[in-house]
């Protein structure tokens, strides 16, 4: 009798090093099968953590045509290991497509808990945490417009991940959308060397990356409609009874 391997989602750190769990070496060093966003970045990993395996690239660009191959390799009862270039895999990261699909081939599929980018961003704001929501990479041209008055009128707590390039163009838009004292928050670099957490209101946020260096990746979080409305309400004059 033969049994199917699994497929681990193994997140790597974004940043520091520190951040990597015991598991997650435990799993990548124990996997037949590493798979990785980039193999030039997941070398220098792998080697820091001792783990002697040769990575196979799994990235957007070819994870359609991989996926039969690793579904089989997971058939004939190999672990497979999935790592991105940082954080955990599938957020705003290849990984979904193949991780649906071996659902659907009723193998197993375990996520490990680990780094990831959004949560420390969140947490540090100082934003309400209790209901969020996560949207990733925003639309660069089709369809951005429509999410951005979506988002406007969202109540919870908007946390999305931008690149150094648009930031400020971002930041801008949002200002359009949402007004120029909406609460916001951006980090960068975070677990890094010069990790950065900027809060005020966003034409203040913009003020500051203005006349600063935009390097890194950056985390925005954005206070929702409903945290805007009870701050008016709190001044507002008590009705009558």
Do not use: W
């Not at 007004?179 to 951006?186: D, E």
């Amino acid at each position: 009798m033969s049994f199917a391997g699994k497929l681990f989602l193994v997140p790597t750190p974004i940043g520091n090093l520190e951040d990597m769990t015991f598991r997650a070496i435990r799993i990548l060093k124990e996997a037949d099968i590493i798979l990785a966003e980039d193999t030039r970045t997941s070398a220098p990993l792998l080697k820091h953590f001792g783990i002697d395996k040769k990575a196979y690239s799994h990235h957007q660009h070819n994870e359609h045509q991989a996926t039969a191959e690793i579904i089989r390799f997971l058939r004939e009862g190999k672990n497979v290991a999935l790592i991105s270039d940082a954080g955990t895999p599938a957020i705003s990261d290849p990984g979904f497509f193949l991780v649906r699909e071996t659902i659907k081939q009723e193998l197993e599929v375990e996520c490990l808990p680990g780094a990831t980018a959004f949560v420390p961003a969140l947490v540090n704001s100082g934003l309400p945490s209790d209901a969020f929501v996560f949207e990733g990479f925003l639309p660069v041209k089709k369809g951005r417009q429509t999410r951005m008055k979506k988002l406007a009128e969202e109540e919870r707590t908007i946390i999305l991940y931008e690149s150094p390039h648009r930031l400020l163009k971002t930041l801008e838009e949002f200002m359009l959308y949402m007004g120029t004292t909406r609460q916001a928050s951006v980090s960068r670099e975070l677990t890094k060397l010069y990790e950065e957490t900027v809060r005020g209101s966003l034409s203040e946020i913009k003020s500051h990356f203005e006349n600063n260096i935009l390097k890194g990746e950056f985390v925005i979080c954005i206070a929702g409609k409903e945290e805007v409305l009870k701050k008016k309400n709190k001044y507002a004059p008590a009705e009558e009874e």
